[in-house]
Each structure stands twice: as structure tokens, then as C-alpha cells.
């Protein structure tokens, strides 16, 4: 199977492709830059016709502004680049008649849950741009995979870590802080609570789905083995660096942050309908971003 990536320089992209590959898998990745074939979703002539020649029979499509300030400073750009840019790519998808398309979605359409872990059928209650954005992304999946038979799945996945991930990221910045023994503060005391795995397990998920005919027409909820709160993955972190870093314990930011958001998943579906267990687990996943972090990146 040959598959398009789109979003293929951030770093789910990069530790997907590589993973892919690694599987016996060739990838055609694609971004706005970096990448033999680049250029903007958004530009038809790219996307109809210098993506339309290449050849492949999958997609993963990850490209999105993931940025929530961004979002919220500008929503024309998040919805043309998150939701026209999906659309653009569903429809080379349907003329290019492939196998499967992956559309990666987000936890964000959950908003904050009422109740936890968080299944597939749990109501979405989207707050920002960027969370409206996948929620009208997924209808659009869905769309077509109903009116033109296209066989779409998609990913909703919580908090994504590992190699090439942004310096302003939480675990980066625990293990680059952890690495020098400087303090870490943790605001409303660390008790926002999530399910962080290594971008490694999202590739082995969607290597899954690409080869499951079970996947088609289905979403899934992605998350690491087990919640974890903020503070929680800092004392992990400091652990695995055998750092002296001291936590220091701080109040919230703001009103709207003073009760802790708590979002965790149940990932039964994505176990019983393919078979799906983690490549990697959460210290295991941390190791290999720290040795990364600390050769120098």
C-alpha cells in the first residue's frame, strides 16, 4: 500500500511516515514545505493536479492549524485551511478511488467531558474554532463516505507526544526543564488530567486501519494505556531524567481554569474491533523523547 500523508512535517506526520515505512509501507508525504511534493491544500491546481498525478492508494490527512490561540485570533483562516482543506482532500481521495482515508479528528469535539473515560457515541460539545473545525470535518468525512461510498475512518486522539514535538509542548518543555534541574510550575496545581501516548502508537493505530476492512465508516477514540494528570507526567518525567527539579505547585491562570479539565478515553473500540494493543507504553514512550531531546534537538 502506498500512502499520502498530508501534514507529514509536524511531528505526528514525521513519526508516522517513518513508521509507515519501517512496516514495509512507502508513503508520499506532503506539507507546505520540506517535501518533494509541497504546497497548499487550498490550491486546487496542487492538490487536482500535482497530487492527483502522484501515485498512491491511501490517505492520511493530518494538515490542520492545531494552534487553539491561532484559531481564536483568526477562525476564517482555521476554517479554510481545517475544514476546505479536508473537503479539497476528500475529493482527490474519491477520484483517486482509494482503498482508505484516514481523516485525523481530535478529543477537542468533546469539549470538556461531564463524564469520563470518553466513548465514540459521547456527545460533542466543541468550545473554540479549532474544536467546531474537526467537528465539521468528521461530517464532512462522513458525507462522503455515505453519498459517494468513500471508505473513510476517523481518529479523535488526546495528547500526542515524541521526537520532533514543538518546544512549546508540555513535555517538551518538562524534559528540556528536567534536563537542566530548573523548577517546574504547574498551574492549578497540575490536576488537569488527560491520556498521553507517543505519536509511535498513533502510527501503529493507523497502520491498523488502513489494513482492516472492520475500520471503514467507523471512528475511533484514541489515548494512551490509562489517565494521567499533569502532575503526574511531570513527576514521570523527572523520574526518567533523574532530575532535582522541584515542582512548584501554582494556583490557575484564570477563573476558567480553576476547575481542572479531566478528559480520558475508553479505546475498547479500536481493541475489540482491530485487534489494537500499545507499541509503546507511557515511561517507554518519554525515554525515547527525552534521548531525543538530549542528543541535541
Not at 23 to 36: C, F, I, N, Q, R
Not at 208 to 217: C, F
Not at 236 to 255: D, Y
Given at each position: 500500500m502506498k500512502v499520502l500523508v498530508t501534514g507529514a512535517s509536524g511531528m505526528v506526520g514525521r513519526n508516522l511516515v517513518s513508521y509507515l515505512e519501517e512496516h514495509g509501507m512507502s508513503t508520499v508525504p506532503t506539507d507546505l514545505s520540506g517535501w518533494d511534493l509541497s504546497g497548499n491544500l487550498l490550491d486546487k491546481d496542487f492538490v487536482f493536479k500535482t497530487l492527483a498525478e502522484a501515485d498512491f492508494d491511501a490517505v492520511i490527512h493530518l494538515a490542520?492549524?492545531?494552534?487553539?490561540?491561532?484559531?481564536?485570533?483568526?477562525?476564517?483562516m482555521c476554517f479554510e485551511v481545517n475544514c476546505v482543506g479536508t473537503l479539497n482532500?476528500?475529493?482527490?481521495?474519491?477520484?483517486?478511488?482509494?482503498?482508505?482515508?484516514?481523516?485525523?479528528s481530535s478529543a477537542n469535539v468533546f469539549g470538556a467531558p461531564k463524564t469520563n473515560p470518553v466513548s465514540e457515541d459521547s456527545p460533542f460539545d466543541p468550545r473554540v474554532p479549532y474544536d467546531y473545525s474537526k467537528v465539521i470535518c468528521e461530517n464532512l468525512a462522513m458525507s462522503f463516505h455515505r453519498t459517494k461510498g468513500l471508505p473513510v475512518s476517523i481518529t479523535r486522539s488526546w495528547l500526542l507526544f515524541g521526537e520532533f514535538d514543538q518546544p512549546s509542548s508540555a513535555t517538551i518543555r518538562f524534559i528540556r526543564a528536567c534536563l537542566k534541574n530548573e523548577p517546574l510550575t504547574l498551574f492549578?496545581?497540575?490536576?488537569?488530567?488527560?491520556?498521553?501516548?507517543?505519536?509511535?502508537?498513533?502510527?501503529?493505530?493507523a497502520m491498523s486501519i488502513?489494513?482492516?476492512?472492520?475500520?471503514?465508516?467507523?471512528?475511533?477514540?484514541?489515548?494512551?494505556?490509562?489517565?494521567?494528570?499533569?502532575?503526574?507526567?511531570?513527576?514521570?518525567?523527572?523520574?526518567?531524567?533523574?532530575?532535582?527539579?522541584?515542582?512548584?505547585?501554582?494556583?490557575?491562570?484564570?477563573?476558567?481554569?480553576?476547575?481542572?479539565?479531566?478528559?480520558?478515553?475508553?479505546t475498547d473500540?479500536?481493541?475489540?474491533?482491530?485487534?489494537?494493543?500499545?507499541?509503546?507504553?507511557?515511561?517507554?514512550?518519554?525515554?525515547?523523547?527525552?534521548?531525543w531531546v538530549r542528543s541535541g534537538a
Amino acid at each position: 500500500m502506498k500512502v499520502l500523508v498530508t501534514g507529514a512535517s509536524g511531528m505526528v506526520g514525521r513519526n508516522l511516515v517513518s513508521y509507515l515505512e519501517e512496516h514495509g509501507m512507502s508513503t508520499v508525504p506532503t506539507d507546505l514545505s520540506g517535501w518533494d511534493l509541497s504546497g497548499n491544500l487550498l490550491d486546487k491546481d496542487f492538490v487536482f493536479k500535482t497530487l492527483a498525478e502522484a501515485d498512491f492508494d491511501a490517505v492520511i490527512h493530518l494538515a490542520a492549524i492545531t494552534e487553539i490561540k491561532k484559531t481564536i485570533e483568526d477562525p476564517r483562516m482555521c476554517f479554510e485551511v481545517n475544514c476546505v482543506g479536508t473537503l479539497n482532500v476528500l475529493e482527490l481521495a474519491r477520484r483517486k478511488e482509494v482503498k482508505r482515508i484516514i481523516c485525523a479528528s481530535s478529543a477537542n469535539v468533546f469539549g470538556a467531558p461531564k463524564t469520563n473515560p470518553v466513548s465514540e457515541d459521547s456527545p460533542f460539545d466543541p468550545r473554540v474554532p479549532y474544536d467546531y473545525s474537526k467537528v465539521i470535518c468528521e461530517n464532512l468525512a462522513m458525507s462522503f463516505h455515505r453519498t459517494k461510498g468513500l471508505p473513510v475512518s476517523i481518529t479523535r486522539s488526546w495528547l500526542l507526544f515524541g521526537e520532533f514535538d514543538q518546544p512549546s509542548s508540555a513535555t517538551i518543555r518538562f524534559i528540556r526543564a528536567c534536563l537542566k534541574n530548573e523548577p517546574l510550575t504547574l498551574f492549578n496545581e497540575g490536576r488537569d488530567t488527560t491520556s498521553p501516548s507517543h505519536a509511535v502508537n498513533y502510527a501503529k493505530l493507523a497502520m491498523s486501519i488502513l489494513t482492516s476492512e472492520k475500520a471503514v465508516g467507523q471512528a475511533f477514540n484514541f489515548g494512551g494505556e490509562r489517565a494521567v494528570s499533569v502532575r503526574e507526567l511531570a513527576e514521570t518525567v523527572r523520574r526518567l531524567t533523574g532530575s532535582s527539579s522541584e515542582l512548584t505547585l501554582a494556583p490557575p491562570r484564570s477563573e476558567l481554569e480553576k476547575e481542572p479539565q479531566i478528559s480520558y478515553p475508553t479505546t475498547d473500540k479500536m481493541k475489540s474491533l482491530l485487534g489494537y494493543s500499545h507499541e509503546l507504553t507511557l515511561e517507554e514512550g518519554l525515554s525515547r523523547t527525552i534521548e531525543w531531546v538530549r542528543s541535541g534537538a
